[in-house]
């Protein structure tokens, strides 16, 4: 008589291995015995801001919290200027970026988690403005954001030698309507939440096709694979839940 195999179905599997895994986070962190320190954007809205009251929100501290509360882990969120979060985990002083682009040239200076969303971005410009498209654009002067991905793109591409650099997208959508330089890149959602809130929507506007789909993660310093793992481990089950889909549609 032949025997039957019994096997365990694949989401049972993945959620045993997903609670051993945070086991062992939480198990490491309590023998570090120390709080691991999330720095992120202070003005990148709706992703991560401070609110009225000063304090983080935004989607991507949302998640954050959810997945420390489902792994057990004690997280110090502090959001501040783009280009300080970036220096702070390249030099040990964060352990975590609450919201980083993927790129091939940042895939060798950090490593990331899962993808919390994918984003677009795009050219901004003066209505009346001849600039329509990138093209338009090469050789002008061109407003980003310190140490964006934006940033990255002109530098890579060689866009335009005349950038203009800001501490954050407001700033650039802001001296872009005060008639300052040419044109400006940013993200597309967040350019659009920017002109509406300050209300810039009768002079700024964003032209041509959306630019360079990024994946948008967690970012942790290069070579930190137990910290990356334990990330994974948090987001999985947080997502076996269903809680990211809840955080995304508040």
Known sequence: MTKRKHSIPATVAALIVVAFAL???????????????????????PYEFLDDAGQPAGYNIDLLRTIAEEAGLEVEVQLGPWH????????????IVTGMYRSSARDEEFDFSHTHVVVTHSLFARKGS???????????????QDGDIMHDYVRETGLTDNIVTVPDQQAALELLAGGEYDCALAGKLQGLFHIHRSGLTHLITP???????????????????????RLAAGHTAVSTAGLDTEIRSR
């Open 23 to 45: 086991a062992a986070f939480q198990s490491a962190l309590a023998q570090e015995g120390r709080t691991l320190i999330a720095r992120g954007d202070d003005n990148y809205p």
């Open 84 to 95: 300080a979060v970036l220096d702070d985990l390249r030099e040990g002083r964060a352990d």
């Open 130 to 144: 001849p600039i329509r498209t990138l093209e338009d654009a090469r050789g002008t002067s061109i407003i980003v």
């Open 207 to 229: 032209v041509g096709e959306e630019i360079l789909p990024r994946d948008y993660c967690f970012a942790v310093q290069k070579g930190n694979t137990q910290l990356l793992a």
